[in-house]
């Protein structure tokens, strides 16, 4: 019986370097597997759709999920036509914060309709230590919940993601721009412990 699994953790927390250990122990044994991503995570393009670890040339090609409502309808009209086809083992989606709630539905939807396996991997908090709205459906109806973790500069478990603007961190502001955990770049991220985050206590 296949099942909807979310596997959650703070940024950099190596989540995509877990999905893409986790596809390639299904390929190695010759099954066919789906790697998607939400086109909301724009980070290194919209015309191919990469999941990169934080390890030099760990990476894997997949498709976009389209937020384009359009195009969404099209692209899971598709995929659904594709499982019922063929023998794919496991779906992967990385960035799955993205997911709309009706995304998530839908996958929820492909698990107990096809008996495929979903594997979602994402962030459950926002910067503003709130829920994203596909995190949240993943919460409420995923069968498997599993916390990847990620360390705070302290040494505790890191649990909320922290955005620095110019050296700042910011409490505000619209919840998607984009930013890696590159301490280098204007607009970054940390991920610090409940604690830290309360007391703005960020190492910069
Ligand atoms: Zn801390």
Do not use: W
């Not at 700042?168 to 919840?175: A, F, H, L, N, V």
């Not at 280098?184 to 412990?193: E, F, G, M, T």
């Amino acid at each position: 019986m296949a099942k909807l699994h979310f596997k959650y953790g703070v940024m950099g927390s190596a989540k995509s370097l877990d999905l893409i250990r986790a596809n390639y122990n299904y390929r190695e044994k010759g099954m066919d597997t789906i790697v998607l991503k939400p086109d909301k995570d724009s980070r290194d393009g919209k015309d191919e759709c990469i999941i990169k670890a934080r390890v030099d040339g760990v990476s894997v090609k997949g498709s976009f999920i389209p937020s384009e409502i359009d195009e969404y309808e099209e692209f899971i009209k598709k995929l659904r036509e594709r499982l019922k086809k063929e023998n794919i083992s496991a779906i992967f989606i990385d960035e799955a914060q993205f997911l709309s709630k009706r995304q998530v539905e839908d996958m929820y939807a492909i698990v107990y309709e096809l008996d495929v396996p979903v594997l979602c991997y994402g962030l459950k908090n926002n910067f503003r230590s709130e829920l994203f709205e596909g995190s949240k459906r993943l919460l409420e109806l995923a069968d498997d919940l599993q916390e990847i973790i990620g360390i705070c500069h302290c040494g505790r478990k890191a649990k909320q993601n922290v955005r620095i603007v110019n050296g700042s961190i910011q409490y505000t502001g619209d919840e998607v721009v984009m930013g890696g955990v590159d301490e280098k770049s204007p607009i970054h991220y940390i991920a610090v412990c409940n604690n830290c985050y309360f007391k703005g206590n960020i190492k910069l």
